[in-house]
């Protein structure tokens, strides 16, 4: 089981940026990685993944394209998350997962078994 532990959270105004990190102990590659958030009352939702195999694809939720970008260092066992021009809809509890096999729905949090323990983003307008 991949242990996974995120940082890097926080409380900033519209249209800042932050950068996320999820450090990773355990075997990981060949493994879809990624960022999921959850608002209070919300379903938690996929926000952006990469897979640590061959090109390394990414794939982004419709809301966070063109603002946030997933990225990893393999030497570092770590997945990144930067977001830019961040909006109050942003604000949740961001977690980090990871699993090795997955069907077409990349970005469904049900099909992730391995879950950090989230961390903070506020956006303040």
């Known amino acids: 089981q991949v242990q996974l532990v995120e940082s890097g959270g926080g409380s900033v105004q519209a249209g800042g940026s932050l950068r996320l990190s999820c450090a990773a102990s355990?075997?990981?590659?060949?493994?879809?990685m990624g960022w999921f958030r959850q608002a209070p009352g919300k379903k938690r939702e996929g926000v952006a993944v990469?897979?640590?195999?061959?090109?390394?694809?990414?794939y982004y939720a419709d809301s966070v394209k063109g603002r946030f970008t997933i990225s990893r260092d393999a030497a570092k066992n770590t997945v990144y998350l930067q977001m830019n021009s961040l909006e109050p809809e942003d604000t949740a509890m961001y977690y980090c997962?990871?699993?090795?096999?997955?069907?077409?729905?990349?970005?469904?949090?049900?099909?992730?078994?391995?879950w950090g323990q989230g961390t903070q983003v506020t956006v303040s307008s």
């Open positions: 990469v897979y640590t195999g061959g090109p390394g694809n990414t």
């Open positions: 997962a990871a699993n090795k096999h997955l069907g077409a729905s990349v970005l469904d949090a049900a099909l992730y078994s391995s």
């Open positions: 355990g075997y990981t590659r060949s493994t879809w």
